[in-house]
Structures are given as structure tokens and as C-alpha cells.
């Protein structure tokens, strides 16, 4: 079956996304826009991860629990995990290995965890913008190390696109399932083997993305999504 999906959505947790996306407000238009499937990747951090699970129950949503990583190279990694729980265990480990300073909210932004009624609870004032100390390949194995399937993030986009601040892509790690940015080329050869995802890493509300990216699948859940993800693709 197909299932449209948006696999790259910014809450307002992370410091760079609108105060309305909220996890009631995303799972609210992620329906309307007529999607069966979401993940909410927030910068370096999974905490309204847990109010997007109960909307998304709600909603008849399929939540994919996801953080993107900053590495070390500032390239962007996008870590799936498979249930909520294991997504803050690793959230955990990654505001570890953040940088010491604090956020500062006038200058890069709010950092808003929210309630699944639409209520703010908390203000993360980790530095949730900074890149960690991990370069992509040790964060590539605390990914795995938490069942989860490490996606490089918009490949092709000179924002913290791997082909663009690494010049290639890597043999080691190697990865089965990576993101292309739909507006820019990509160079074929680089995909060889590898499933892509188009999301739209919205920021904004109106940027989910429509019924344009459609994920042929057995069935909608996150271990048919992850067999899915971590098979090399039949050219």
C-alpha cells in the first residue's frame, strides 16, 4: 500500500521553528493536508516527542519518533527510533555531548516543550542550535546502538548537507536510506543502492508537506518502515 508521509518536521522545540508548531497544531495540519504518517525531528532533542505520540494517536497518525543531529563536521543527521521511549533515552545522550553554553531565546530562538494540549511546560535551555561533539560517524553508531536508522539529512542542500561540507559520500558508515532536498539537483550516482526520502523539513506550519511523497509499504508501522529503511534498494 501507499502511505504519504513527511518524515522531517520541526516543532517549536527547536529554536529555529515558528511558535505555532506546536504538536497539536502539526498533527492538526499533517491530517488535514491528508498525510499517514509524520516525525517530528527536532535539533538535538525528543522532548515533545511524547505529546506528539498521544496526537497522533488522536489524529490517526503514524508517529515516527526522530531527533536531527548536528554533527561535529555541522553536517545533519536524522536518527529514527523505534517507540518514544527509546527516542528520550537517546535525546538523554545526546544533550551530553551539546555544548555548555545556554540558548539564548532573543537571539536564536524559543525552546518550547509543550503539553498535548497545546500548553507550554517547560523551556529547554540547552544550546539546541550548537553542533555536538560527535562527528557523523560515532553519532551514525549511537543511532544503531539505540535501534534506530541514521538518515543523512537533505544531501544535496548547502545547509548542513552532507555532500556539500563533506565533498562525498562516505563509504564508512554507509547508509541505506538518505534525504534529497526536492528543490535542488542531486547527482545520481551517489544513490546507488539507497532508498531517499522527500520531506519537507518544515519550520513553519504551512510548510508540511501535501500527499506528494507516498512510502510503498506493507503496512503502516515503524518496524515495516525500518525493514524499509535499512534494505539496499534493487536498482
Not at 500500500?1 to 511558535?19: K, N, Q, R, T, V
Not at 535501534?147 to 544531501?155: D, T
Not at 534529497?180 to 544513490?191: E, M, N, T, Y
Not at 500527499?211 to 524499509?228: G, Q
Request: hydrophobic fraction near 35%; charge should be negative; charged fraction near 25%.
Amino acid at each position: 500500500m501507499e502511505y504519504f508521509a513527511d518524515l522531517h518536521i520541526h516543532s517549536c522545540l527547536s529554536p529555529c521553528g515558528d511558535d505555532d508548531m506546536t504538536p497539536c497544531n502539526i498533527c492538526g495540519m499533517a491530517k488535514i493536508k491528508g498525510l499517514d504518517i509524520i516525525a517530528i525531528t527536532d535539533h538535538n532533542t525528543c522532548r515533545n516527542l511524547p505529546a506528539a505520540k498521544e496526537l497522533c494517536e488522536a489524529y490517526g497518525l503514524l508517529l515516527v519518533p526522530g531527533m536531527e543531529i548536528t554533527t561535529k563536521e555541522e553536517v545533519h543527521l536524522l536518527g529514527y527510533f523505534p517507540d518514544v521511549d527509546t527516542a528520550l533515552a537517546f535525546s538523554d545522550l545526546i544533550r551530553s555531548h551539546l555544548p555548555k553554553a545556554k540558548n539564548k531565546p532573543k537571539f536564536f530562538g524559543n525552546q518550547r516543550v509543550m503539553n498535548s494540549d497545546d500548553e507550554q511546560i517547560d523551556e529547554e535551555d540547552a544550546l539546541l542550535i550548537g553542533a555536538t561533539d560527535l562527528n557523523l560517524a560515532e553519532a551514525t553508531r549511537q543511532v544503531l546502538a539505540y535501534q534506530g536508522v541514521p538518515v543523512p539529512a537533505h544531501i544535496n542542500r548547502g545547509s548542513h548537507g552532507l555532500l556539500v561540507n563533506l565533498g562525498m559520500m562516505p563509504t564508512e558508515p554507509e547508509y541505506t536510506t538518505v534525504e534529497i532536498w526536492k528543490h535542488l539537483p542531486c547527482d545520481p550516482s551517489v544513490l546507488t543502492g539507497k532508498h531517499v526520502l522527500y520531506s519537507s523539513d518544515a519550520h513553519y506550519l504551512g510548510d508540511i508537506q501535501e500527499k506528494e511523497s507516498a512510502l510503498k509499504l506493507k503496512h503502516a508501522s515503524v518496524d515495516e518502515l525500518f525493514a524499509w529503511m535499512r534494505s539496499t534498494k534493487k536498482e
